[in-house]
Structures are given as C-alpha cells and as structure tokens.
C-alpha cells in the first residue's frame, strides 16, 4: 500500500536529524507561516485538521489547545511527552531521532497558538540516544535563532527545557509526568482541575505527544482540509504504527489511520512468518484489549477500534501467533501493572498486585474454578474508580484476554482446584 | 450560595464546600478515610464517591464542590456495590490483626466494613508485607502492613508543621508511609498523626498495649499546658487501671475548636498529664510539726489557716496566686483578699526560663489561666506590693505571711538566694496539686484537685472563656482549689452565700454576675466551644 509520508519522510535520508536536511526538505517554514497568523487562527487550523493527540488518549489537539484560559496573564507552560512508555510502542523514539526538529518546530507552532513561552519535553529515562539527538537539534535550533528570545525576528520567545525521566510507566500519565517534572513523585493528580487551567507548576499548561507535535508543522504548512483528508470522518492524518511481535517486518509503519488492521499486519508488515497462524492482536499499546484473528477487518482509527471494544492508544501493535500462551501473556501484562501502579489510588494499588498473584498461580498450574471469575469481577469494580487511567488501561487486557481466551486458562486450572 | 439537593434533602452551602461537608449539613456521612477538613485533598482512597445527576459516573465528594441546583445521591445502588468493592479493595492485603491492634475500637476499616463491607472475602493468596513497629520518633510508631496510604500523615507534616518528615516511598502494593532519610517524626505536633491516622498505622507509643479502648471514658476538657487553651478530651480508664500501669488519665486527644486549637494539640499538652497521677501529689492536708509536714485534716489545717490569717495585719500578708487557677478558684481568693484588706497579690511570678509562642498553637506564656488572673484582679492593689516586692518584704521581715498557690519559687526567674530567705522568714502555707521545694516548706499544705479532677473555667490569651469538666474524683483527700476557699470562707466566719457554694458553677455565676465583661456568661452558654469577654 502506498500512501502519503508524513513523519516517516525523512527518515531514509543521511542524517535527518540535523537542521540542515530538515530545513532543505522544507523545514521551519511552517513557523514563519504561523507567527504571521492569529494564534486563534493557529487552533482553529489544527481543529480543522481533526487532528486527535497521538500519544494514547486520542483527544482532539486544537480543543485542547482552546481549553487555554483566554488573556490569562499567568505563564502558560508547553510540555511534551516523550515518556512513551507504554508496552509495545516505539514510535517516539524515532522522531526525536530521526526528525527533532520537526518536534521542535511542531512546539513552537503550539506555544505561538498558546501564547506559551517556555516548553518542557519530558524524555523516557531510558532513551538515552533519543535525549541526546534531540538535545543536539535544541542546541542547533538555538544558535540558529529558532529559539530563545525573539524567535527568527517575530518578537516572540521562547525557550525548551529539556528534562528526562527516571524510568517510571506512570510518568507518561500527563499528570503523572507534571509531578514528576515540577520535581515531586510522579503521581498524577487529582482533576478537576485540568492542567489547562492549572497544570505544571500551578500554572495553565498543554500536554502533547511528540508525534502529535511533529504533526503540526505540516497541517500549517499544507492545510487542515489536506491532513483532515488523510484520515477518516473524525480523524485526520496518518500516524506511526509501531508493529512488533510475530510479523515477518517488525517495525514503525506510517499509514493513514484508516489503514485496517489486516492490512497494516500482512501489507505492510508481511504478515505471519514461519508459516504459523495469526492468533491474537493488541492494537494500541497493552492497555488495549486484545482482538481475535477473526477481528482485524477494522479500521485503526480512534472511533473505529473504540466501536470494535478496543483502542487505538498509542498505536503500539503487538501481533501473537498461535504459539503464544494467552494466559502466560495476561500474567506478563499483570507484572507490568503491579509493577507500574504508582500506589495512589486504592483499587489501583491493591488490585493489580492481586491479580498478578492469581495470575501467576494460574500458569503455575495452581489457579483456583473460581480465580477467572475474581479476576473479572475485580477488574471491572476497579474500572473507572481511580485517579488517572492507568487501572482503566489494565483492565483492558485483564477482561479480554480471559473473556477471549477462557478455555486456554481454563485448562490450566486443576480438576480438583478449589469451586 | 449554591443549592443542591442531597439525598433529597435541600442545602445551602458557602462556594467551595464539598459534598462531604455539605452533606454533613444535612444529616448524610459519606464514608472517606483520606479526605481531612484540616488538610488538602488527596483524592486517593476513594471511598467517599457517589452519584450526581446528569454525571455518568460517580465522582469522588471530597474534590467535588457543591454547585446550584446540583442533584446528589449517596445511598444508590451503584454507589453502595462501589464502597463495598472500595473497602475490599483497603482490606486485600490488610493484617486483620484487630484483636492485636490498638486502634481495635476507634478503627475506621472495623467502622466501615461494618458498615459498608461485609462482603465475603476472596483473597487467599499471599499479602505484602511490610515493616512493623517502626518508631518513627518518641511518640508514634508505625506498622506498615497495617496503613491504607490515605497519605494523611504526610499531609499533615507537609501543611500543617512545614516539617516535611514523612513520604510514600516505593510503588504499587510496595508503597509505603516512611520517614526520609535522617528525618525523625519528632516535631512539637508530632501526636497528631495518630489521631488523623484512620487505621492502626500509626500509634502512640506511650499508649499502646496499655488499655483497650472500649473501657476508656471521655471526658471534655482544656488543655492546662499555656495559655492557648486547646480544647482536649481526656480519656480515663478507671475500672481497670492494672491495664495502664495504674494510670487513671490513658490518654490526651485533641477536641475541635474552630477558634483556638482547630483540631490539634501539641505533643507538650498531649502527654502533659503524667504529673496527675503522678507520686508527688499532695493527697492529705499537712501541717508542720518540727522538722517534717505530718498528716491532718482538714477540718484541723483550714482552722489553723483561718486562725494564721487573722494573727496577721493585711500589710503583713503576701499572696502569690497562680495562673494555672481556674477563674473559680481565683475568684473566691479575690473575694477571701478583699476580706482580709490586703493588697499584696500578684499571681505573676516570671519563669527561670520564658517561652516563644510558635505561631502555630504553643504560647510562650506556660499558663492557662493568665488572662484570667489578670481580668480577676489577682494583682497589687493600690499602695500592694507586686511579686518581687513581696519577695524582698518577706525576707526584710516586713511581710510575715506567705500565701502561695502552685508555685515552685525556687523554679522562677527570682535569685534563688532571695527567695529561700524569704520563705524560711516568712510563715509559709502552701496550696497545689504537687509537692515541690517551696510546698516542703510551707507550715500549712492544702493539696487541690488537678484539673482532671474538678470542674471549672480557664480565660485564654485572646479572652476565650473556656470549661473544663471533672473527669476523675481528686486523689486522696485533695478537694478542688475553690473548695478549699469557700470552706475557709466559712472556717473565717463569713456569711456571704458564696462560702456555701457547693458545685464550681455556682462560684461562675457569682463571677459572672459581679464582672461586667462576664455578663450573661453561663456554664451552659460557655457550651463546648467558649465565649469571648467582653462579647
């Protein structure tokens, strides 16, 4: 399938990092564009662009923007999440690699829109490579006069703090990222209020993912109707899938977000190798619920994987042939969330640490008649009950995997396991 | 002012209450452990959620301001189902240690369970464990395994004290309430975090182990311990003291008073209350003979007091009152001074060492009932002679009578010389609770009710008008301090009513009646929280 290249455009040249191929490919034009435009002007062309944040939320970029409270005279802060650590998703990694600037570019568009003077990216502790990349372009993009104060004569300033995290899951909860950041445990925060109106350091703040930042440059460049085109009704673009597990292309894959998920898995990625069967997939990070073989005729945009029960998240798709113990795969998953819950909320805390422990016993051949149905009831009395989404996000593979897959956990359980 | 209806019961509440508080206003508890009115909110425990109309799912009320016209639901059957999951979910990996546990009796995990649980449990594998009986500092001590993380504790030494000694450390089911390294839990109001700590996490190492607390009795009170005058509940234990080392008062706990104290003490007034059980208390009237105080009655002692006043003329007598008198006592004495037309009285004796008021509760001012000595008038009258002069008169031989209330004079900021010269020239008689130097050489000793023991009014520092109430009998034959007074009265032969006065009452509504800025002040009318002089 052949479509439009948007993030991924540069990436097979030599050293698209640098601020010489990304402005000889067009780069930093869009921001001259956009420091001629009403800041207004500037939302109004990402909501026409149906642009929806691309780091797991899916909300829609430009309305979050407008949440902005207007003539406010407190500092609004720009912070971008480069935590990207949710399972199964790479995407990130390699834009701030591959193409920092855009990022940078992207920000600058955003703080304009926002009237914001000082941006902060939150970088994944463990991205060393990527922090460094991306801290070179900053400082490139600072000798050049791209920020700092009065950005390429605009009269507008503008400064990135570049800040990395300590490798904590929760950190790339937006809220949970702005604790972090203002230098307090990474525990998110309870809302209202929202960090639109009280965020980083108490003040209004924006919280956007890289790709959805390396996104806008483009949209202002080319137009919202011209990126709104790419997508579906409600969502516009095309994003980074990032494709692992059982295909014979492993990678990061830019398609239209209407791509289906049978194609993205055997177009573009080659679909099963060795000649096994495909069983399951997770299409949107693993705190998505898993879809069946029979369930990937469906369209990857948000609206569509949320209809089908599942969602879109952070586009992270993990494809498990039919070798894969689905049961083995929800005791992983469990660790993670046991091992990931920052412990705020109760039924977050209590609950993931439990369900790993039936979890476990199950595939250690001790499981109990009654766990699958405890499992399920727990998860689905945690659901909704908690600060962030992050016990929302469990839940997802806890209820499908064995909702999906009971038989395979149920023969694991002995006969004579307690009823 | 929003409006809102909760539980089908209409309120009106102040911008920016909470549905907790705001259905408290109508007579609803939305159960909540991490949630305090003291403190800021922390959303975590999620407990206290529930539904409002045209909201598609329930919301937690401590975060949720009350809104016009907004249409609350605290008992439906979603909300009952969510604390019941709620409350399983605090318990999965609890100790259910309670027939160990301290908090057996006043815990809120027994409390709701009770009453929001009950569902059968289904955890049968292994819990987290976690450290136990960590001392975090000389009065609190922690078990972790028994913490629910409401976070309360940190809160609390984060807003409260700015002393920042406790965190959560580690994630998930590993999280736990910790000090930070070289911190230690001992700042003046450390106490507290075991009165906010809903569960047995946090308990009181002077208390621990000694009582249960269902046999405790409670008794409402003030704080003696400065001139704050922080409203405390004590709790007695006194059917079955081999269970507190023979303590009758088991415990000081703090009683909310939006205008003075809120709802704190400090660690001084929280475990201040040794010194009434205490050996040295004074239990028997005494009398010298000789070298050494021997036991007498009162009948004896008042009679050789009375005989001692009238072989003294009023230039001859010094009288030093106390500020730890209750406005009662003080009140009979100023009536017995007028009476004997002397006008040396000052119930200011300046500590050795002054205090600082800590901006926070702690005044530098050691006494509860300064303001009130000083509105009674327990001060030089015209021509009187004040503290230091009735020192120097005693020890030049011109004041021959020393009348002393509670203090140890050898403890004050006067030259220890001055006044050893002056209570062994002068005939000393001593009233108070304890024995101290200055008692041992007194000629008469009238051992008074401390004021666990009898019922009363404190003034504090900003003219607060405050009861204390008796929660035990007086040890031995000690009586309370007006007791003594009024039954001197009679032993002088003074005819007026108030010399008959039988409960501290009936001296307040004498006070009240003679002192205009008492005007109209009741027992009754000073209720739990006070009133201000002159109000």
Not at chain 2, 372 to 381: H, S, Y
């Amino acid at each position: 399938m052949t479509s439009e290249k948007i993030f991924t455009r540069n990436f097979h040249l030599k050293d698209p990092h640098t601020l010489g191929v990304y402005r000889q490919t067009g780069g930093y034009t869009a921001v001259t564009k956009a420091f001629a435009m009403e800041p207004s002007a500037i939302t109004e062309e990402v909501k026409k662009s149906n642009l929806r944040g691309l780091g797991g939320a899916g909300f829609p970029t430009g309305t979050k923007w407008s949440f902005i409270p207007k003539g406010s005279a407190a500092p609004k802060y720009l912070v971008i999440n480069a935590d990207e650590g949710e399972p199964g998703t790479f995407k990130d990694r390699y834009l701030l690699e591959r193409d920092p600037h855009a990022v940078i570019e992207g920000m600058l568009i955003a703080a304009r829109a926002i009237d914001s003077h000082r941006g902060f990216i939150y970088i994944r502790g463990e991205y060393v490579q990527p922090w460094r990349v991306f801290s070179a372009a900053v400082r490139e993009a600072y000798g050049a006069g791209l920020l700092g104060k009065n950005v390429l004569g605009s009269g507008f300033d503008f400064d990135i703090v570049v800040h990395r995290g300590a490798g904590a899951y929760i950190c790339g909860e937006e809220t949970g990222l702005l604790s972090s950041l203002e230098g307090k445990k990474g525990w998110p925060k309870i809302k209202p209020p929202f960090p639109a109106i009280k965020g980083a350091f108490g003040q209004p703040t924006i919280v956007n993912n890289v790709e959805t930042m390396a996104a806008i440059p483009h949209i202002i460049n080319r137009g919202a109707a011209w990126f709104a085109g790419l997508g579906t009704k409600s969502q516009g673009g095309t994003r980074l899938f990032s494709v692992s597990g059982h295909v014979v292309k492993p990678g990061v894959v830019e398609a239209p977000v209407s791509i289906t998920l049978r194609s993205l898995i055997y177009d573009e990625c080659g679909g099963i190798p060795n000649g096994r069967r495909l069983k399951a997939v997770v299409p949107g990070g693993s705190s998505a619920a898993v879809l069946t073989a029979d369930q990937i005729d469906v369209s990857m945009d948000v609206e569509s994987l949320a209809k089908a029960g599942t969602m879109a998240g952070s586009a992270g798709v993990i494809v498990m042939d039919d070798t894969v113990s689905i049961p083995d795969a929800l005791m992983v998953v469990a660790r993670f969330y046991a091992h990931e819950s920052c412990g705020q909320c109760t039924p977050c805390r209590e609950s993931t640490g439990w369900i790993y422990k039936m979890s476990h016993r199950i595939v250690s051949g001790k499981g109990r008649k009654e766990d699958l149905d405890t499992i399920l009831d727990v998860a689905k009395r945690g659901a909704g009950t908690t600060i962030c989404a992050f016990y929302d996000g469990a839940v997802g593979p806890y209820i499908s995997y064995i909702e999906k897959f009971r038989d395979e956990f149920e023969a694991l359980i002995p006969r004579d396991g307690h009823a | 002012m929003p409006r809102l209806t909760i539980d089908g019961k209409e309120v009106e509440v102040p911008p920016g209450t909470n549905l907790i508080e705001a259905a408290r206003l109508v007579g609803v508890e939305i159960p909540h452990y991490c949630y305090h009115p003291g403190l800021s909110i922390a959303g975590q425990c999620r407990l206290c959620m529930v539904d409002i109309d045209k909201v598609p799912r329930p919301q937690i009320s401590c975060n949720m301001a009350a809104a016009d016209g907004m249409v609350v639901h605290t008992q439906t059957e979603r909300v009952l189902e969510t604390r019941k999951s709620i409350m399983e979910f605090h318990l999965v990996n609890h100790p259910l240690d309670c027939p160990v546990c301290d908090q057996a009796g006043e815990c809120w995990l027994q409390i709701y369970y009770m009453k929001h649980g009950l569902y059968d449990p289904r955890m049968t594998d292994e819990k987290v464990h976690k450290p136990k009986a960590v001392p975090l500092g000389p009065h609190v001590i922690l078990d972790a395994e028994r913490c629910i993380l409401c976070s309360r504790c940190v809160r609390f030494c984060d807003e409260v004290t700015s002393t920042g000694e406790l965190g959560i450390f580690h994630r998930g089911d590993h999280s736990e309430i910790g000090l930070f390294p070289g911190a230690t839990l001992e700042n003046k109001y450390s106490g507290n975090v075991i009165d906010i700590c809903p569960v047995g996490a946090l308990t009181d190492r002077d208390f621990r182990f000694q009582v249960r607390v269902w046999y405790l009795d409670t008794t409402r009170s003030v704080c003696p311990g400065c001139a704050r005058g922080c409203n405390i509940e004590i709790h007695t234990n006194r059917h079955r003291t081999h269970h507190n080392r023979g303590r009758r008062v088991a415990r000081i706990k703090p009683r909310f008073n939006a205008d003075v104290n809120r709802w704190w003490i400090c660690d001084d007034g929280r475990y201040g209350f040794s010194a009434i059980d205490d050996d040295s208390r004074l239990t028997t009237p005494l009398a010298r003979e000789g070298d050494r105080l021997a036991e007498t009655t009162w009948d004896a002692v008042l009679a050789a007091l009375a005989q001692t006043l009238q072989r003294y003329r009023p230039e001859e007598i010094g009288i030093l009152p106390s500020p730890q008198m209750s406005n009662e006592e003080l009140f009979v004495l100023g009536q017995l001074a007028a009476h004997l037309g002397t006008v040396n009285v000052d119930f200011r004796v300046p500590p050795a060492t002054p205090g600082n008021d800590d901006g926070l509760l702690i005044r530098g001012d050691k006494n509860p009932n300064s303001q009130g000595a000083a509105l009674g008038g327990l001060v030089p009258g015209a021509g009187g002679l004040d503290g230091a002069g009735i020192i120097a008169g005693a020890a030049a031989g011109r004041v021959k009578l020393l009348w002393v209330f509670h203090h140890d004079l050898y403890q004050s900021a006067w030259a220890e010389t001055d006044v050893h010269k002056a209570l062994t020239a002068a005939t000393l008689i001593f009233q108070g609770t304890n024995t101290n130097r200055t008692s041992a050489g007194a000629t008469l000793v009238l051992p008074s009710a401390a004021y666990a023991e009898c019922d009363g009014t404190f003034t504090n520092f900003e003219g607060r008008v405050q009861r204390f109430r008796q929660a035990l009998d007086p040890l031995g034959e000690a009586l309370p301090g007006w007791e003594i007074l009024t039954r001197l009265g009679r032993a002088l032969g003074l005819p007026d009513q108030l010399y008959q006065a039988e409960r501290a009452e009936q001296v307040f509504t004498r006070l009240a009646a003679s002192r205009p800025s008492f005007g109209g002040m009741t027992y009754r009318g000073l209720g739990d929280a006070g009133r201000m002089v002159g109000a």
